[in-house]
Structure formats: structure tokens, C-alpha cells
């Protein structure tokens, strides 16, 4: 599985941006599809994830509310809208999936529990 991410840029403190990925190989497959984060020097850290169908979603809690994931089967991508960004939004963008399928509404939110990963896609905001 390929991941391919796009969509990051700069913009103001309380704009928004939208950034998508695309899965090409075997993209049907990938059960959780998620979006981690990592601004310098800090850790790689979960921002969000989307079950396969959609109907099942996770947020940190420091993007609640303003961050929205959804996912497209038909184009094996996923997106992620974020509204009201802060200059703490800040960091390098990464696609992330896996094939792995937890049972109940356990949905994965650590690094190590996704296999597959796409370059990063920047985003910047200004105070």
C-alpha cells in the first residue's frame, strides 16, 4: 500500500486548510485510516483516524471539534478539514493506515499500530 499525501500550505491563525490522501496498492484492505502530526522537536503524535466504512471515528482532544476526517472508498482516499487552526496546529502532516481490524470501537491511535505511511504534507500557521 502507497500513501500519498497532499494538500498542506500556510494560513492565518482561524483559517482553514484541507488535506487529503490518496491509497493506490491494496488500499481496500485498509480497515483504520488516520492522520498523526510531528512539529519540531517534538514527538509524532495521533490527530485523527476513520474506520473503513466511516462510521467510526477518533479526535485528540486538541483538535476536537475543529478538525473533521472522513473517508472515500470510491477514491481510496481520506481527508481531513481543519477549521479554526491555531498557530499549534503547526507541523508536518502524516497519512497513515492499517489493515489490522481491532474488535468493538477500539480505534488505533498509537504510531506503532499503523503499517503504512505517506511523506508528510506541511502546515504552517501564523499568528
Known amino acids: 500500500v502507497q500513501l500519498q499525501a497532499s494538500g498542506g500550505g500556510l494560513v492565518q491563525a482561524g483559517g482553514s486548510l484541507r488535506v487529503s490522501c490518496v491509497a493506490s496498492?491494496?488500499?481496500?484492505?485498509?480497515?483504520?485510516m488516520a492522520w498523526f502530526r510531528q512539529a519540531p522537536g517534538k514527538e509524532r503524535e495521533f490527530v485523527a483516524a476513520v474506520t473503513w466504512s466511516g462510521d467510526s471515528t477518533a479526535y485528540a482532544d486538541s483538535v476536537k471539534g475543529r478538525f473533521t476526517i472522513s473517508r472515500d472508498n470510491t477514491k481510496n482516499a481520506v481527508s481531513m478539514q481543519m477549521d479554526s487552526l491555531k498557530p499549534e496546529d503547526t507541523a508536518e502532516y502524516y497519512c497513515a493506515a492499517t489493515g489490522v481490524h481491532y474488535s468493538g470501537s477500539y480505534v488505533p491511535r498509537k504510531s506503532y499500530e499503523y503499517e503504512y505511511w505517506g511523506q508528510g504534507t506541511q502546515v504552517t500557521v501564523s499568528s
Open positions: 496498492g491494496r488500499a481496500s484492505t485498509m480497515y483504520y
